[in-house]
């Protein structure tokens, strides 16, 4: 019996065989389609896993934090664009050599570990993304004493650790965790998936928002950028096509389908004043 070796790509979409097609070689027949069915891009996903543990608590304090907090999450995954800062993987080689002729051989395999990810967003009314940013990086280090606060959720009533929200601190409480996919065309299969782990945001966007030229008018589009390490696995594919399927369960991808708010409110004729009745006269 043969041995057999587990797919490491197990939840992504499996390729067409087109072992039977000449392809580019020779008469191209673009009667026959099938063969260029090109990888497209544009179609991703991101899922907010987790966010840090000490905003979380912040965002049962009270009702402005929580507004806050849980818009941005919103945001972050529902306004979501696109992101930047994925690498290759990349590879380095050793010469072997008797002195007048050589050859390169791979040694080494080089895999992204950590790097930073940047999205852009569309800032929004009461500054939700500068100030979920600012609130997470005054709350690991107060820019002034550089002591970490969690913004308070470290003193008790009383001003000491006693009764305090979050006992103690860790990283374990910094972080957030996203899930991001990109599929085919028709968003119901992955192509690739990565868990984004251990992120954090590295700026709050304070320029963007309070530089300004008079007469100058226009959105403030935001660099959200993250730091963070990237992981890609088949248990990590498995869960992006759970998420994947969730969407495809709760969105709607065709306008036809869709119940457009205007036309839920839209009026009928007789609510309408200007909509004359005529008298209807039987000969």
């Known amino acids: 019996m043969a ?4 797919n490491m790509f197990t939840g992504t979409l499996s390729p067409k065989d087109l072992t039977a097609y ?25 899922i907010v ?20 907090i ?3 999450r919103h945001i972050l995954e529902y306004d979501f664009r696109g992101i930047s800062g994925f690498e290759d993987m990349t590879s380095e080689s050793s010469e ?18 950590a790097s930073t990810f940047t999205m852009r967003y569309f800032e929004r009314n009461g500054l939700v993304l500068s100030k979920v940013n600012e609130l997470f990086l005054r709350g690991i280090k107060d820019p002034k ?6 913004d308070g959720l470290l003193r008790g009533p009383d001003g000491t650790a006693s009764g305090a929200q979050i006992a103690e601190t860790g990283y374990e409480n910094e972080y957030f965790e996203f899930l991001y996919f990109v599929t085919d065309n028709s968003c119901r299969d992955i192509e690739k998936a990565f868990l984004i782990t251990a ?19 226009g959105w403030a589009e935001v660099d959200m950028s993250f730091q963070g390490v990237p992981l890609s696995n088949p248990a990590i594919n498995a869960k992006a096509v759970q998420f994947l399927n969730w969407i495809n369960q709760n969105t709607v991808f065709e306008e036809m389908h869709y119940g457009y708010q ?21 000969f």
Request: proline residues 3%; charged residues 15%; hydrophobic residues 35%.
């Open 199 to 217: 992120a954090q945001p590295t700026t709050a966007a304070l320029a963007e928002v309070t530089n300004s030229e008079k007469g100058t008018i």
């Open 22 to 46: 000449t392809l580019m070689r020779g008469v191209t027949d673009f009667s026959n389609l099938v063969q260029f069915n090109n990888f497209e891009t544009g179609y991703s996903f991101l």
């Open 3 to 6: 041995n057999t070796v587990g």
């Open 70 to 72: 849980n818009t941005y």
């Open 96 to 113: 072997i050599t008797n002195g007048t002729s050589s050859v390169n051989v791979i040694t080494k395999v080089n895999y992204q570990s």
């Open 49 to 68: 896993l987790n966010i840090p543990k000490f905003l979380d608590t912040l965002a049962t304090q009270n009702d402005e934090y929580s507004k806050l």
């Open 145 to 150: 004493t550089q002591v970490k606060t969690y």
């Open 262 to 282: 205007a036309v839920a409110n839209m009026k009928d004729p007789n609510d309408l004043p200007y909509q004359a009745s005529s008298s209807k006269v039987d």
